[in-house]
């Protein structure tokens, strides 16, 4: 019990944080307008991969070392976003976007991308190398879509549901391509194999970097919910870490640990499991309740 009780409240501060932006002056209702399926809608894959919030936690955490391991996205985030500040913060608004982008009605959905793509135009930098970068760059705009598509993918296959036929997983990737022209992504890959391909292309270009270390410093030790729970919140982390290819964590240099990693994937799933089971009424459900399904 002494375990179960902080483990519960994680996973309901973690849909919290995807339901509500930080700010209570914002309020996104996923239950109206009713009969709006948004941007996805209930027949989609894309509905069932990001349905459970302990394995999108764990898929969005993988996105963001994918992310941080290319030079140019790393400088972009780390030089204009308050991660280092408000880490907590930060990972709600991704939380929240992916939850509206998701889960919103046609209007709200539209209206997050659209907020994303206006903050995107405005930073512009240049990489400690010297390389000149702007966050609406199509080709950092795909790392940025595809990685975050591969972790939350991945994280479903591993702990929710490992039997999506590979035909479903091909979908999963082709519905995502829907938000690509919101961004001014004009092409992306929409297969399992062309995903592959796609990471394996940009093997060359990731690099380790200190930035990485911080990053994992603050989600590893920034509680989401309270001290109590931060045993809880690290092993999701750990969790991501070891849904990394292993050619990323040698990359990253994240290889030390992979067989206590390896091992913890039965308590993973269990925390997985639970966050189904206790979750009654997050964006996945109202957005059912919205198209009329029963809660």
Request: charged letters at 20%; one cysteine or more; a positive charge.
């Amino acid at each position: 019990m002494s375990f179960l009780n902080p483990a519960l409240a994680f996973l309901e501060r973690i849909i919290t944080a995807g339901a509500q932006p930080p700010s209570s002056t914002q309020h996104i209702n996923y239950l109206e307008p009713a009969g709006d399926p948004g941007i996805f809608g209930p027949g989609s894959i894309a509905w069932r991969v990001l349905s459970n919030p302990a394995s999108v936690f764990i898929g969005g955490i993988t996105a963001v070392l994918l992310e941080l391991a290319e030079p140019s996205v790393r400088s972009g985030v780390w030089d204009h976003t308050n991660f280092r500040t408000d880490p907590v913060g930060r990972m709600r608004r991704t939380g929240l976007a992916a939850m509206v982008i998701t889960y919103g009605c046609t209007r709200d959905a539209e209206a997050a991308m659209s907020r994303i793509r206006h903050v995107h135009e405005g930073i512009t930098g240049t990489t400690p190398d010297g390389q000149a970068y702007r966050a609406n760059d199509p080709g950092l705009l795909t790392w940025v879509h595809v990685t975050a598509a591969y972790g939350f993918l991945n994280a479903y296959l591993r702990y929710v549901n490992s039997r999506l036929t590979p035909a479903e997983q091909d979908r999963y990737y082709a519905e995502s391509l829907k938000v690509c022209q919101y961004y001014g992504i004009g092409c992306a890959p929409s297969s399992v194999t062309e995903v592959e391909t796609y990471l394996e292309r940009m093997r060359m270009r990731l690099r380790h970097h200190e930035i990485l270390e911080e990053f994992l410093g603050l989600v590893l030790n920034a509680p989401v919910v309270s001290a109590a729970a931060l045993p809880m919140q690290r092993l999701l982390v750990q969790a991501a870490i070891d849904l990394l290819p292993s050619w990323a964590r040698e990359i990253l240099r994240l290889e030390k640990g992979q067989p206590m990693r390896v091992a913890a994937r039965p308590l993973v799933s269990v925390m997985v499991t639970l966050a189904d089971r206790v979750i009654r009424n997050g964006p996945p459900q109202q957005a059912r309740q919205r198209m009329g399904f029963l809660p």
